[in-house]
């Protein structure tokens, strides 16, 4: 008898009146920022808007980056840190990200499923295509409806990193050549160009960059759902 580990989620989800947008790029491409100036915007225009990040956005997401991003705890080999960042996203999606998109939220999650592939898959070698299966399963197949790939030489990256000098987590701490396939990777992403992907130009002034993303981003919404009694409120 064969036993074969399979990463297929079990059944396709339900679809749910919410939209999930997603900012990804390298370390440095400002994505933190362009999530805060998105989510204000939406809220703006009336959405209820979830902002949150990975690994994070939940206590045991919270803890797990702790563990996986402070320097000088021990080794950590990438097929445990791959499943650490699995595990964090798995308590953020079955927690928070699934039961916003429920309530018909508009979620901006800084980093979620292309991380992933970018750093623990070309990064430290272990595959895109399996490093996203495991997302997948752990996630039950929670897609984005968009992922915005900020696209920002890493040269200028490494630029406005500099300022972070000894405060850089685990991974910003790797060489440029690991930061290198990162974003090789990211590139690579955004350039299927496929459905549910747009590639931004991140470089230039923050409201420059800002206003690219909106334009990315305003098609997908519907009307505006207010928050109601149910709930509205980010993590950060
Ligand atoms: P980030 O929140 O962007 O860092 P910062 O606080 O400096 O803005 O991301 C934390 C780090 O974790 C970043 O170096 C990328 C890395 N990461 C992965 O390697 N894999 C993942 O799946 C995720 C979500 C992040």
């Known amino acids: 008898m064969t036993s074969e580990l399979s990463f297929s989620p079990a059944s396709p989800r339900p679809p749910h009146p919410g939209t999930f947008v997603v900012l990804e790029g390298g370390d440095g491409s400002g994505k933190s920022t362009q999530a805060r100036i998105l989510?204000?915007?939406?809220?703006?225009?009336?959405?209820?808007?979830?902002?949150?990040?990975?690994?994070?956005?939940?206590?045991?997401?919270?803890?797990?980056?702790?563990?996986?991003?402070?320097?000088?705890?021990?080794?950590?080999?990438?097929?445990?840190?791959?499943?650490?960042?699995?595990?964090?996203?798995?308590?953020?999606?079955?927690?928070?990200?699934g039961p916003a998109l429920e309530r018909g939220a508009v979620v901006v999650c800084d980093r979620y499923i292309d991380s992933s592939a970018a750093y623990q898959g070309a990064g430290r070698g272990l595959g895109e295509g399996p490093v996203t299966a495991l997302s997948r399963w752990a996630t039950e197949d929670l897609q984005p409806d968009l992922t915005v790939v900020l696209d920002v030489p890493l040269a200028d990256a490494r630029e406005r990193m500099g300022g972070r000098g000894d405060g850089a987590d685990r991974l910003e701490a790797e060489p440029d050549a690991f930061h290198s396939r990162v974003n090789a990777s990211f590139a690579r992403l955004a350039e299927r160009a496929e459905r549910g992907r747009a590639a931004v130009d991140g470089t230039g002034a923050v409201e420059a960059v800002a206003a690219r993303v909106w334009d990315a981003v305003e098609p997908l919404l519907g009307t505006p759902r207010p928050a109601d009694e149910g709930g509205g409120e980010g993590l950060r």
Do not use: W
């Not at 959405?47 to 702790?66: A, Y």
């Not at 445990?80 to 990200?97: G, K, S, V």
């Open 39 to 97: 989510a204000a915007r939406l809220e703006e225009a009336g959405h209820d808007v979830v902002l949150t990040r990975e690994p994070g956005g939940t206590e045991v997401g919270e803890r797990l980056r702790e563990l996986v991003l402070r320097q000088g705890q021990g080794e950590i080999d990438p097929h445990t840190e791959a499943l650490i960042y699995a595990a964090a996203r798995a308590a953020h999606a079955h927690q928070l990200i």
